[in-house]
T-cell receptor, first 111, second 115 residues
Framework: GEDVEQSLFLSVREGDSSVINCTYT??????LYWYKQEPGAGLQLLTY?????DMKQDQRLTVLLNKKDKHLSLRIADTQTGDSAIYFC???????????FGRGTSLIVHP | IAGITQAPTSQILAAGRRMTLRCTQD?????MYWYRQDLGLGLRLIHY???????GKGEVPDGYSVSRANTDDFPLTLASAVPSQTSVYFC??????????????FGPGTRLTVL
């Protein structure tokens, strides 16, 4: 099965919160990442979390990690149209920091 | 400072032809990577290089080769292109592959169509 799984689409209204979910299979994951890809562009690292952390907050972004359930989420508060993009969950394992990516979740923000 | 550049932006190629995708970074990063992005499959690592003179295979290396003669350049070659290699190709670089804060910086991508 997939190492990193995400739902493919999420649609939210402008101003609402968005929650993008991800599950991973390898319990030895060391770091988990969220990347953003805007249309026609490459990926940009948004944030990452070490596997011994439960939560990380950075301005409008909140990352929650449930290590028991191998579940990672990205919450975007006050979602704006500029947040419309594809969001990739990724993990790296052990001594390698080369991330393995999920398929990406397309976030659509509508007025 | 350009960061990381890729050429060409897009290319249509006949099956069986040889093609080299170029990637150059001016950040003096040690590590460089090639990914392909396919609809519904996310990004898959083709090859990587931790430092000039070394390369390694990723998840989907077959049909591709790379070289790393210097720090700045990391070309990806398709020796004999096949239609299944139709994809968007992203080059990335990072200061090293030894820590999570060694952020990967991505190029703008090359859209390749093999007919």
């Amino acid at each position: 099965g997939e190492d990193v799984e995400q739902s493919l689409f999420l649609s939210v209204r402008e101003g609402d919160s968005s929650v993008i979910n991800c599950t991973y299979t390898d319990s030895s994951s060391t770091y988990l990442y969220w990347y953003k890809q805007e249309p026609g562009a490459g990926l940009q690292l948004l944030t990452y979390i070490f596997s011994n952390m439960d939560m990380k907050q950075d301005q409008r972004l909140t990352v929650l990690l449930n290590k028991k359930d191998k579940h990672l989420s990205l919450r975007i508060a006050d979602t704006q149209t500029g947040d419309s993009a594809i969001y990739f969950c990724a993990e790296s394992i052990g001594g390698s920091y080369i991330p393995t990516f999920g398929r990406g979740t397309s976030l659509i923000v509508h007025p | 400072i350009a960061g990381i550049t890729q050429a060409p932006t897009s290319q249509i190629l006949a099956a069986g032809r040889r093609m080299t995708l170029r990637c150059t970074q001016d950040m003096r990063h040690n590590a460089m990577y090639w990914y392909r992005q396919d609809l519904g499959l996310g990004l898959r690592l083709i090859h990587y290089s931790n430092t000039a003179g070394t390369t390694g295979k990723g998840e989907v290396p077959d049909g591709y080769s790379v070289s790393r003669a210097n720090t700045d350049d990391f070309p990806l070659t398709l020796a004999s292109a096949v239609p299944s290699q139709t994809s968007v190709y992203f080059c990335a670089s990072s200061d090293s592959a030894s820590g999570p804060t060694d952020t990967q910086y991505f190029g703008p991508g090359t859209r390749l169509t093999v007919l």
